[in-house]
């Protein structure tokens, strides 16, 4: 991602500065997982996966993943760790949700599933489209990131919504509770990753990580949601 300042890419050169940046900034001497959050095709799979056996090498970074790529992508990343005989890609950071299921099922999940790679989604709440509280233009004021939610205002968004509105009341649950736990009732599913801006939030998506929807729920949501 661009961070401005011309930092941004995957070149060797610049990983290296970055995770010397990072270790000051978390005052550690290690990250448990670190990530390369969007392809770069301007540099090669070899040089990057390169930089990063180093630093696993020299214990500053533990493991590392791949965030926001494509299926072929992933896939000549695997290839080439393999081919390297260096650390691959351990975990995939998507966007997937309720309402966004087409691109990461159709091609990305047979393939993290048959190479075991863990799986954290985000915008687990579709960027709070989710819960529930953006049900018309009205509600857009909300938050900032209320502007967004109009692409999810239509006959299919509505239909997802009534499901889990309608799960939600049977198991005395809120709908955000209800989308968590269909995520991580997904085969191949590690953890969504969620966000939250107060106390309460917090403890609406705790509660989500303890609701497990039977087969019932779960074939419903999958088909109010069909795409």
Known sequence: MDMG???????????????????KRLQTDHIDLYQSH???????LEETLDAYARLVKQGKVRAI??????????????????????PRYECLQPNYNL?????????????????????????????GFLTGKYRSEADFTKSPRGGNM???LNDRGFRILKALDEAAKELLATPAQVALAWLIARPG???PI???TSLAQFNDLLEGTRLELDEVTIRKL??????
């Open 194 to 196: 969620a966000s939250a």
């Open 222 to 227: 999958n088909e109010a949601s069909a795409y």
């Open 38 to 44: 969007q392809d770069d095709p301007d540099v090669p």
């Open 5 to 23: 300042d011309g930092k941004k890419g995957l070149a060797q050169r610049y990983i290296a500065k970055e995770v010397e940046d990072s270790l």
């Open 65 to 86: 993943g791949a965030s926001n790529y494509k299926a072929g992508r992933l896939y000549q990343a695997l290839t080439v760790s393999k081919n390297l005989g260096v």
């Open 150 to 152: 109009k692409k999810y």
């Open 99 to 127: 309402y966004d299921r087409e691109d990461y099922e159709t091609l990305l999940e047979p393939l993290v599933r048959d190479k075991n790679i863990g799986v954290i989604p985000y915008f687990s709440l579709a960027a």
């Open 189 to 191: 599913i590690t953890a």
